[in-house]
């Protein structure tokens, strides 16, 4: 059974420090992986997808890796912004169509 | 491209009473849908995977019968909370999978349903 975890599940920091946010999962034979971004209350948005062929994808200010081997993805956030934050989940697909999520990290960027 | 539009973004009903959540696929068809329910500072769960013109699937432990969904056409499916009860109150989120091949998902929006 796929298991989702994410790590921390809070971080709080100052504007502009670079933030790493690490998801592990127990079963590494998947074929992507989502990380999305949470407002309060809100839906989901979806911040980049790694296909398992790949070991990372950039967007913007945002990197994600995958070592699809030891079952760890992380998400680089560089320069933080209060507009940063949010909580981060990550996702991994279990069986054809559905997904997994993580636990979430809730981050803070304080100004 | 790609959204989801999800309605009611939130509401408020008593006790005994259904209420019917719909999300739309606006510019795409979508093939597979998923109803996610979220609790507080928790992570998403899944509910039920529907098909279009097919019965939903159910995961462990969800009652089909008091969620009820339905998926009758490529844009637009439902998910129908019966007799409600303070303790469905959530966050139920939805999201849309594309035809032709695509592996990347949208999510609604969410609707906040507290049942009083």
């Known amino acids: 059974k796929q298991e989702v975890t994410q790590i921390p599940a809070a971080l709080s920091v100052p504007e502009g420090e670079n933030l790493v946010l690490n998801c592990s999962f127990t079963d590494s034979a998947i074929y992507n992986l989502q990380w999305f971004r949470q407002d309060p209350g809100k839906g989901l948005t979806s911040l980049l997808l790694?296909?398992?062929?790949?070991r990372e994808q950039t967007s913007g200010r945002l990197n994600a890796s995958l070592d699809k081997s030891s079952g760890r993805s992380t998400l680089y956030i560089a320069a933080s912004q209060p507009g940063d934050s949010a909580t981060y989940l990550c996702?991994?697909?279990?069986?054809?169509?559905?997904?997994?999520f993580g636990t979430g990290t809730r981050l803070k960027v304080l100004a | 491209g790609a959204v989801v539009s999800q309605h009611p973004s939130w509401v408020i009903c008593k006790s005994g009473t259904s209420v019917k959540i719909e999300c739309r696929s606006l510019d795409f068809q979508a093939t597979t849908m998923f109803w996610y329910r979220q609790f507080p500072k928790q992570s998403l769960m899944l509910m039920a995977t529907s098909n279009e013109g097919s019965k939903a699937t159910y995961e462990q432990g969800v009652e089909k019968d008091k969620f009820l969904i339905n998926h009758a056409s490529l844009t637009l499916s439902t998910l129908t909370v019966t007799s409600a009860h303070p303790e469905d109150s959530s966050f139920y989120i939805c999201?849309?999978?594309?035809?032709?091949?695509?592996?990347?998902?949208?999510f609604g929006s969410g609707t906040r349903l507290t049942v009083v």
């Open positions: 790694i296909q398992s062929s790949q």
């Open positions: 996702a991994v697909p279990s069986g054809t169509y559905k997904y997994i």
């Open positions: 999201s849309a999978r594309g035809t032709g091949g695509r592996l990347r998902y949208t």
